[in-house]
């Protein structure tokens, strides 16, 4: 397959100043007529015009209103060759297309009888030919004609500047988007849907129409998004002076959507799970995620839409950016600014995401850059390299220049490259350059994959009461496709504080500094190795290393586990005291894996458990903070530390650990079930989501014991009285877990009734197959057996990625030690489903192929397994989007 290359990019031949697009929507033919303003681009050596076309066909085409003979115009797989244009043009374009047919999601398709689009990343050379290419901007015209009773309502970018009425019972509205834009954020929206309404006055004064669109059955859950919305449009002013542009701003939902949501101009398209919520259906982290991804597609509108990306490669300049600043608004609406206990609950999670999951990534076949230098398919490359690693590149500039200094880089940004396409390094330079630092060595985190490792040696002199840190960076044994690319030393923010006995913090005084100045100091490492000396330093001091994860990599130091027993109890930065916890954890874990693969007996260290029952008891906790704390580092994440991951020895350490620690807390559990239950009015604050939290962990571990009667009693009262979806679906959660010893029966009752009660809602029955998809198995019943089942449930279809992703993602993703079952059966699952939707949906099948990706790393048995699977799904599909992640897994 052909790949494309950083290296090869070339300014377009051709700039389009203007494009007017008129739509006659039908669903099995929609016709598109498009007029385009060209000209030739002075920077680029033109040639003839090449125009980007996908799945269309072709009707006509006329240079200056003079319609082009067979001769001079080719139609080709790829899109259409004009030859011998004029400089400068004015070129109409007919085509058509099927969206009833298009199951792909990509350009205009059709989701329960309403049109919706998708054009990035390329989309929209499927609904008519077009430079698609995010360096190509232009003014968009639109007009949408339309059967009125069928699709009352006509939507596309900007401002609505005219509508009426048509023979024939149809209708048309046309839209002006008043900024220039690359075709990759158009949309457009026709069907039977409604809104909910808010009209707004932002910093200037001026008013804004706020809409949240929705089929009707869905317009009582749409408060939340609007609230979400309108704290992002006032966080954006307060914290980077960045106001709404457009008088209009649009949301609008669809049950069909490949990804969480898109930031089109004016009109952003999320899928329904990023938007709809009520007590009812939501949990806590719905709601949570609603205002993550909300704040994330509004803070695209600048970076983003106003300044956007020169080429595909970019992708991280804004997606990166933009990840950190729908972090930063989700801790500030968590604890405000300055709570720094509250801010650490939304950087751990943000952490474990990108631990678990991005550092795996960098391990493996598919390792790429921040900034990649190469692709097949663009759409493989929306990766949590590009968005999570991206943003702790971005987080690290704040880090190095503080809030403020962050704040001149991104207005000297915005002043030199509003309303250009531009690249990473032109990001890198504004804020090198509104800081007056030379930032030259920091382009290598945009250029060198893998997760660097920095290894910490320290030395205490008390004769001069000095204590030095060596800091030695290095990327270990990386994956090739990630070595590749490994230039030299990083420029690293290492966050470091030193604790004395008591548990206090040392005030910090580095050799050569006049006086000691705070208790975190973010030291700078730049070269291999380096080594910093702290004085007046009275007493050995237990370090507290890369404080708030100041950067994305791996500190390799030998704590002992009664340091990292202090350091839970008592390091005043809120991250590293869970980050304590977790180490402590991991390696009591590791140990208990290892005993299991050589059938030892398993035993877990006692002050192990007491340093997480003094964390529990802590009362001065938030118990947000307590839940994080007291949740196990995860299957995934304990098997990716291992030489070779055996997913079911890590599920037997980690039941055995969850086991012991749930009898030798079993009284406080119970203490905090009780303490912690929110009765009355549901309230959706952080606050009250943490108790909810912490009770249902309480309840988890309580299922956990031989005896799990009270919290099967427990459960069962909770599910029948709950007034929230956290609490219920916690609560069938753990009926489903005690299931696994106890039989189907526990949570038969339950489970039904949940379907039953919510079969009407469907991101709810979503939540119905994923909790049955990532259960234990009942009394010994394989879970392969219970999802092949739900396969063939009327309400389960392939079609719907976000009921594919709910059952098989759920299975194959989430379910480590059942799908990697012994027998093969899980790997075999897979094949048929990559297969199975690769002819329906290439980019949801490319992500399902990714299960398999890491196969190197386990064990030989379960390697061969995923080979053969692997290989037999390469002989079976035919997307470039699969073939490239198969390709590179078996290289
Ligand atoms: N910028 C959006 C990316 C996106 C997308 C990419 C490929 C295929 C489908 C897609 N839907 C949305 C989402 C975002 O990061 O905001
Ligand atoms: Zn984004």
Request: proline share 5%; hydrophobic share 40%; glycine share 6%.
């Amino acid at each position: 397959p052909a790949v494309i290359r950083r290296a090869d990019y070339a300014a377009p031949a051709f700039l389009i100043d203007s494009v007017s697009l008129e739509f006659d929507l039908v669903p099995e033919r929609t016709i598109v007529t498009n007029t385009m303003r060209l000209r030739r681009n002075p920077d680029a050596a033109a040639a003839r015009l090449e125009l980007m076309g996908e799945a269309l066909e072709f009707v006509s085409a006329a240079i200056d209103g003079k319609t082009l003979p067979a001769s001079a115009v080719r139609a080709h797989e790829h899109g259409l060759t004009i030859e011998d244009v004029p400089d400068a043009f004015t070129l109409t374009i007919e085509s058509a297309c099927n969206p009833g047919a298009n199951t792909t999601l990509s350009g205009l398709y059709v989701s329960s009888g309403n049109f919706f689009t998708q054009c990035e990343a390329e989309g929209f050379r499927r609904i008519t030919y077009f430079l698609d290419r995010p360096d190509v901007m232009t003014t968009f015209t639109v007009t949408l004609r339309a059967d009125k009773t069928a699709y009352p309502v006509l939507l596309s970018n900007g401002n609505l500047i005219e509508q009426g009425d048509l023979p024939d019972g149809r209708h048309f509205a046309k839209w002006e988007d008043p900024f220039k834009k690359p075709s990759y954020l158009f949309a457009l929206v026709a069907g039977k849907l409604v809104a909910l309404e808010e009209r707004i006055r932002t910093g200037s004064g001026k008013e804004k129409l706020l809409q949240v669109w929705v089929e009707p059955h869905d317009l009582d859950k749409t408060r939340h998004a609007m609230d979400s919305l309108i704290n992002s449009i006032r966080w954006d002013e307060e914290r980077f002076g960045l106001e709404l542009d457009l008088d209009r701003f649009m949301i609008v939902a669809v049950s069909d959507f490949n990804m969480g949501a898109m930031e089109n101009k004016g009109l952003n398209i999320f899928n329904t799970k990023y938007v709809l919520a009520n007590q009812e259906t939501a949990t806590d982290t719905d709601f949570g995620n609603i205002e993550a991804v909300v704040g994330h597609e509004y803070f695209h509108n600048w970076t983003g839409n106003r300044v956007t990306c020169r080429d595909w490669f970019q992708l991280s300049l804004k997606e990166g950016l933009t990840v950190f600043r729908d972090q930063e608004f989700s801790a500030d609406m968590q604890g405000g600014a300055t709570d720094e206990a509250a801010r650490a609950v939304k950087r751990i999670d943000d952490v474990r995401v990108l631990r678990q999951m991005q550092f795996a990534e960098d391990a493996g076949p598919m390792a790429h850059p921040v900034r990649p230098e190469s692709y097949v398919e663009i759409n493989n490359f929306y990766t949590l390299t590009v968005y999570e690693k991206g943003a702790e590149v971005v987080r690290m500039y704040q880090t190095l220049f503080g809030r403020d200094g962050f704040r001149r880089g991104m207005d000297l940004y915005f002043k030199r490259h509003d309303g250009q396409a531009v690249t990473c390094d032109d990001f890198r330079n504004a804020m090198a350059d509104a800081n007056g630092r030379d930032l030259a060595q920091f382009e290598r985190w945009y250029s060198q994959a893998g997760t660097p490792r920095v290894s910490v040696r320290t030395a205490y002199d008390a004769a001069s009461q000095r204590y030095s840190v060596t800091l030695s960076q290095g990327y270990g044994e990386a994956a090739p496709a990630a070595r590749e690319t490994q230039k030299g030393p990083l420029l690293i923010p290492f966050a470091i504080g030193l604790i004395d006995r008591a548990g206090r913090d040392i005030p910090l005084r580095l050799e050569g500094e006049a006086a000691a100045n705070g208790t975190t100091r973010v030291i700078e490492l730049t070269e291999q190795e380096q080594t910093f000396t702290f004085v007046d330093v009275k007493e050995p001091p237990l370090p507290s290393l890369l404080r708030n994860f100041s950067a994305p990599v791996i500190v390799e130091y030998d704590y002992t586990n009664d340091e990292l027993a202090f350091l839970l109890a008592h390091d005043s930065d809120p991250f590293n005291r869970w980050e304590a916890g977790q180490r402590l954890a991991t390696r009591e874990l590791l140990a208990l894996a290892a005993r299991a693969q050589a059938g030892e007996p398993l035993t877990f260290d006692d002050s192990t458990v007491a340093a997480f029952s003094r964390v529990l008891t802590d009362e001065t906790l938030s118990p947000a903070f307590r839940e994080l704390a007291l949740v196990l580092p995860s299957e995934a994440y304990l098997a990716e530390q291992m030489a070779e991951a055996d997913p079911a020895a890590v599920h037997a350490a980690r039941q055995f650990a969850r086991k012991r620690l749930a009898r030798a807390l079993k009284n406080e559990w119970l203490a905090i079930y009780e303490r912690h239950a929110t009765p009355g009015a549901y309230e959706p604050t952080p606050q009250a989501a943490g108790h909810r939290a912490l009770k249902n962990l309480a309840l988890a571990y309580l299922a956990e014991l031989d005896d799990p009667a009270d919290a099967v009693r427990l459960a069962n009262a909770q599910y029948e009285h709950a007034n929230n979806m956290t609490d219920r679906a916690a609560a069938l959660a753990v009926l489903l877990a005690a299931s696994a010893a106890a039989g189907a029966g526990v949570a038969q009752g339950a489970l039904d009734d949940f379907y039953r009660r919510f079969e009407q809602e469907p991101l709810v029955i979503d939540k119905w197959f994923a909790l049955q998809a990532t259960q234990r198995g009942s009394a010994g019943r394989p879970v392969i057996e219970i999802v092949r089942t739900l396969m063939a449930h009327p309400a389960f279809s392939l079609r719907n990625p976000n009921r594919a992703r709910s059952l098989i993602f759920s299975f194959c993703a989430a379910n480590p030690a059942q799908f990697h079952a012994a027998d093969g059966s899980g790997y075999a699952f897979w094949a048929e489903q990559v297969v199975a939707l690769d002819a329906l949906n290439p980019q949801v099948a490319a992500r399902l192929t990714r299960s398999l990706e890491m196969w190197r790393r386990y064990t030989p048995a379960l390697r061969e397994r995923m080979r053969e699977a692997l290989e037999r799904v390469a002989t079976q599909v035919k997307s470039r989007d699969v073939r490239e992640i198969v390709e590179k897994a078996l290289a």
